[in-house]
C-alpha cells in the first residue's frame, strides 16, 4: 500500500504565498513521476506544475514565474512553492504519483483559498 498525503493549503490574500507539500509513504522501490494538479469548483481537474524522474519540469501557462516545483527523492516528497498568488489559483490542489512500474496514486487533494 502507498499513502500520498498534501499539507500546506489554507487562505491567503492575493500576492501572497503558500508551500504545499506531498510526501509518499509505504511500498516504494523508486517513484518515477511526482505533481501537482488543480480543481477549481466548476471546472475540470489541471496539470500545474510536474516533475518526471530525467526530466525537466512542466507548469501551466498561468503560473509560470510564480510556482515552483521540487522534490526530494530521499523523502519521497513533492514540494509547491506558489508566490504572488492570484484568487483564480482558488481550488482544490491535488498530488500525483507514479511509481515505477506504472502504479498511480493521488492525495486526498489541499484546498487553497486566494482572496482578493
Known amino acids: 500500500q502507498v499513502q500520498v498525503v498534501e499539507s500546506g493549503g489554507g487562505l491567503v490574500q492575493a500576492g501572497g504565498s503558500l508551500r504545499l507539500s506531498c510526501a509518499a509513504s509505504g511500498s516504494i522501490f523508486s517513484i518515477n513521476f511526482m505533481g501537482w494538479y488543480r480543481q477549481a469548483p466548476g471546472k475540470q481537474r489541471e496539470l500545474v506544475a510536474v516533475?518526471?524522474?530525467?526530466?525537466?519540469?512542466t507548469y501551466v501557462d498561468s503560473v509560470k514565474g510564480r510556482f515552483t516545483i521540487s522534490r526530494d527523492d530521499a523523502k519521497n516528497t513533492v514540494y509547491l512553492q506558489m508566490n504572488s498568488l492570484k484568487p483564480e489559483d482558488t481550488a482544490v490542489y491535488y498530488c500525483?504519483?507514479?511509481?515505477?512500474?506504472?502504479?498511480?496514486?493521488w492525495g486526498q487533494g489541499t484546498q487553497v483559498t486566494v482572496s482578493s
Open positions: 500525483h504519483v507514479i511509481l515505477n512500474g506504472g502504479y498511480q496514486y
Open positions: 516533475m518526471p524522474s530525467g526530466s525537466s519540469t
